[in-house]
């Protein structure tokens, strides 16, 4: 892992996630790179445009970035550098991410326990865009080390070719423990798969790992249960254009998508998986 990249409206979620993001750019050697992105709705940007205020503002922004970066690099030793940009995040995002070599995109939530919602946000339009591993870290979670990795896994998604690029370095920069979970949700089916772990064994071959299966109809809850047993730090998950991982999320009449997970999440695209 080379290059982490941090989105950030200064907020105390995406604050909590830059120091999470740091800490991993720590351990990995990686550089970390604050992304801002600048709006102001179209009556400010006419009502300011012949005042210099829209540049005094940027500059306000930028003198802020350099401060976080500067801190960030005293505080972990790590080298950070910042972009800012004007107009739409995603837009940005997508541009920056298709130019720039992005190993890792991670992104703060605000958290409302039990469960964090996403308001169809920045970080929603994010998973929809899927150009990157994404990590969500919710406020409350604070990076105290990942010991322990669950892999939520859907064999049937794996390429024959695929060597699971994102999840073995999220391993083993943490040295951390693999669980693979393999949820049971029909009657029929039977443990241990052992289709699946034969494809899956050459993938994990040299880090520490463990099958685990729980039996549950519902997905989600079975998926939830097994994080819980595992005592896991992160929760690994693939999405796929239609499948498995919008087994676990819910669209509420409000628009609210909502995840009832409190664990960072690591996404990543089936077409990245490898």
Known sequence: ????????DFSEPANNATHYAAELARISGA??????????????????????TIDKLMAQHKSE????????????????DFEIR?????????????????????????????EYKWF???????????????????????????????????AQYIKENCELTTLRNMVKINAAKLDVLHVL??????????????KLKPLLKDLDYQFQYVR??????????????????????VHHRM????SLIKNSNSGTMTVSTTLPLLVISNEQLC
């Open 31 to 52: 550089k970390l790179t604050l992304f801002h992105v600048f709006k102001l709705s179209i009556h400010a940007s006419n009502a300011l445009a012949n005042t210099g």
């Open 120 to 154: 169809g946000n920045t970080t929603t339009s994010a998973i929809q865009l899927m150009q990157f591993p994404l990590l969500v870290v919710p406020d409350t979670s604070k990076y105290k080390g990942i010991k322990k990795i669950t892999y939520a896994c859907d």
């Open 65 to 80: 970035l350099n401060k976080i970066a500067l801190d960030l690099h005293s505080k972990y030793g790590i080298a950070v």
């Open 185 to 198: 949700n029909k009657e029929n089916e039977r443990e241990p798969d052992q289709q699946m772990e034969e």
């Open 86 to 114: 004007q107009n739409d995040t995603i837009e940005n995002l997508k541009e920056y991410t298709s130019d720039h070599r992005v190993d890792l995109v991670v992104m703060g939530i605000q958290n409302n326990l039990p």
């Open 1 to 8: 892992m080379k290059s982490i990249l941090v989105p950030t």
């Open 216 to 237: 549950n109809k519902n997905i989600q809850q079975g998926i939830l249960d097994g994080t819980t047993e595992n005592h896991a730090d992160l929760l690994v998950m």
């Open 243 to 246: 499948g498995f991982f919008e």
